[in-house]
């Protein structure tokens, strides 16, 4: 069975940084990590930051600036780096992945189960 694994959310004051992480587990052959999106309650789901296979990231104008994707392929784990947060962040963040498994060969979408950020004072 594969999984992806959210991790790192709490809560913080305004101003203040946190570090999520999104580790893949179970057998597969290959994963191609989305990004980060991320739901308010009432609010839809919205993207955050994605990056590429070959490395090229795009955020969300809301977080230009201040928050940072990067993954570490050998760990099968992708990063969030939210530095400022503003008690608009809070939310429940996401990752999304492309895995590649046996026996079909094909690349199937997953999500994680997610983890809140919340910022307040």
């Known amino acids: 069975q594969v999984q992806l694994v959210e991790s790192g959310g709490g809560l913080v004051q305004p101003g203040g940084s946190l570090r999520l992480s999104c580790a893949a587990s179970g057998s597969f052959l290959s994963i191609n990590f989305k990004g980060w999106y991320r739901q308010a309650p009432g609010k839809q789901r919205e993207l955050v930051a994605t990056m590429t296979t070959g490395g090229t990231t795009n955020y969300a104008d809301s977080v230009k600036g201040r928050f940072t994707v990067s993954r570490d392929n050998a760990k099968s784990t992708l990063y969030l780096q939210m530095n400022s947060l503003k008690p608009e962040d809070t939310a429940v963040y996401y990752c999304?992945?492309?895995?590649?498994?046996?026996?079909?060969?094909?690349?199937?979408?997953?999500w994680g189960q997610g983890t809140q950020v919340t910022v307040s004072s």
């Open positions: 999304n992945a492309a895995i590649l498994r046996r026996p079909n060969y094909t690349y199937n979408q997953y």
